[in-house]
């Protein structure tokens, strides 16, 4: 009874702490004043053109991201207050790691194991974007309607099978129409019962692992349907993008290389210009060669036939866990659509560490617990350091360097005439630089970083916020952007050559004293 009394006490402990790891590890970025180009859109879109954020999330099937996203940017009131969104967001992984945890518990994992891979899951990569964008905290929602929709069908009672079964199809529904990706964290809950199908027979493990599936299946084409049918009544107009794959084997060619290798490294992030490459190999060598020795210790401890289902589970999960973008025609690997595919490897890995463990007899305890908190910390380090330096140190940069330039600023009519030159990925202060994700620049020119509308959507905030009691301040200045330099021939007040920014090192604000007619590329010194 005392046993039982003291591992319901180390669960609620370990419940506690996960729900507050990710507030105090991502605390710093949080708080940070930043903002990402999306944030500053919808900022302004929430207030002065509502409804356009939902048709818009809308055309690309997922309204009810829209609405959240209207009712939560609606409700604050300038750059300053995005933090709070943040803070949404690192509270909604701090729930998904308790439900995770949760869940784990509840089909017969241990509290030290599952502790482990509900903190790693919000520790993750894909994990840091969420907790570094406001624009991202609605996806945390959808990963617990997710994980509910396993937990409720999870049931020993007989009795509401078919209640239970259609409810869990609905809320994989409406976390689709959250954000589809995440919607597939369901899967973890397939991964989870392994320890607890094992001795059952083949036949009975595959019938009820293709239940699962099949409802998460349904879930996924209610989805569909609805949306089809809200753009064949003209409810929404469907996005250009939205389109299905016409190439599977390249498909799965793109998702062993990029996806899979993205999220087999939980510590090294990837990097566009290459330069750990050696790192993030030899990352994704290591967790690959834990999770395939796992999987050798088990049909060799309990038989060809369990490493064979393990295998079978491996090789339909992974892929499963990124349907959504393997079915789509876009080919564009991103961190943040890779959360669900990161938790269930995290699931496969937790196992095989155990299985290995196990190996070691009397001490097998001990190494399985030094290992979840070696990488624990390991983790939580990283994820504060990533999430930090390459998403709010950077973008807060730019928003200082522009707050300078627009306090300098004095409007006219004829309105001043602005050139804005972007940045190109390359050009980012960080040392690491993926895509549109870590060390990006909400302003870059190039197509996975931005575009010309993201400058343009900073400075009227900034302009609003420095001309509070100006009628109409978009009226008094011009501002043009692109990535080459101002065209020949054309004359403009200012110039803005946010090229430079990687020559200045962090915190880079601008020079102190502006000269008194800047001209050329005068406010950024060459």
């Keep these: 009874m005392k046993t039982i009394k003291n591992t319901h006490l180390a669960e609620i402990v370990v419940a506690l702490l996960l729900l507050v790891l990710p507030l105090a590890t991502y605390w710093n970025t949080t708080f940070h004043d930043f903002g990402l180009r999306d944030d500053y859109a919808n900022l302004r879109e929430a207030h002065e053109e509502p409804g356009k954020i939902l048709q818009f999330t809308a055309s690309h099937a997922r309204p009810v991201y829209g609405w959240l996203l209207q009712q939560s940017f609606e409700r604050i009131d300038g750059i300053t207050d995005l933090e709070w969104l943040r803070l949404m967001g690192a509270a909604g992984l701090g729930l998904t790691a308790v439900v995770l945890f949760g869940l784990l518990v509840r089909v017969g994992w241990g509290w030290s194991a599952a502790g482990f891979a509900a903190a790693m899951t919000v520790l993750a990569p894909a994990a840091q974007i969420v907790a570094g964008w406001a624009t991202t905290w609605p996806y945390t929602l959808a990963t617990l309607l997710a994980l509910g929709g396993f937990t409720l069908t999870h049931h020993n009672r007989e009795s509401g099978y078919w209640l239970r079964q259609m409810s869990a199809v609905l809320l994989i529904t409406v976390s689709a129409l959250i954000y589809q990706p995440n919607s597939l964290l369901y899967l973890v809950g397939i991964v989870a019962t392994l320890p607890v ?72 992030l990837n990097d566009d210009e290459g330069g750990n490459r050696i790192a993030y190999r030899v990352s994704a060598g290591i967790t690959a060669v834990l999770l395939v020795a796992g999987l050798g210790v088990e049909s060799w401890r309990r038989g060809r036939q369990a490493g064979g289902f393990w295998l079978l589970l491996l090789a339909t999960l992974l892929p499963a866990a990124l349907v959504v973008n393997l079915v789509a025609a876009e080919r564009f690997a991103t961190y943040r659509t890779i959360f669900a595919l990161t938790a269930v490897l995290l699931a496969f890995l937790t196992l095989s560490w155990q299985n290995l463990c196990s190996l070691a007899g009397r001490v097998s305890r001990t190494i399985e617990v030094s290992g979840y908190v070696i990488l624990l910390a390991i983790a939580v380090a990283l994820a504060r350091g990533h999430a930090y330096s390459l998403i709010a140190m950077p973008q807060g940069e730019e928003l200082q360097i522009l707050e300078r330039i627009v306090d300098r600023i004095v409007l006219r009519t004829p309105p001043l005439r602005i050139y804005f030159v972007q940045p190109l990925p390359e050009d980012s202060p960080t040392e690491i630089s993926y895509h549109d994700e870590f060390g990006a620049l909400s302003t870059s020119g190039a197509l996975v970083a931005g575009s010309d509308w993201a400058p343009k959507e900073m400075f009227k905030h900034l302009i609003h916020k420095h001309f509070p009691n100006r009628a109409n301040p978009d009226h008094d200045y011009q501002l043009e952007a692109g990535i080459q330099p101002p065209p020949k021939g054309e004359r403009f007040d200012l110039v803005i050559d946010m090229r430079q920014i990687r020559r200045f090192g962090p915190l880079y604000a601008g020079p102190t004293t502006p000269p008194a007619k800047p001209s050329g590329l005068e406010l950024l010194p060459p």
């Design 197 to 268: 199908l094992r001795g059952q027979p083949l036949e009975r493990r595959l019938r009820w692992v293709g239940v699962h599936l099949a409802l998460v299946a349904a879930g996924l084409a209610a989805a569909f349907l609805i949306m089809k049918l809200a753009y064949a009544t003209g409810v929404f107009t469907a996005s250009d993008r939205i389109a299905f794959e016409h190439d599977p084997i390249g498909k799965m060619g793109w998702f062993l290389s990029e996806p899979l290798l993205n999220a087999l490294n939980l510590l090294v």
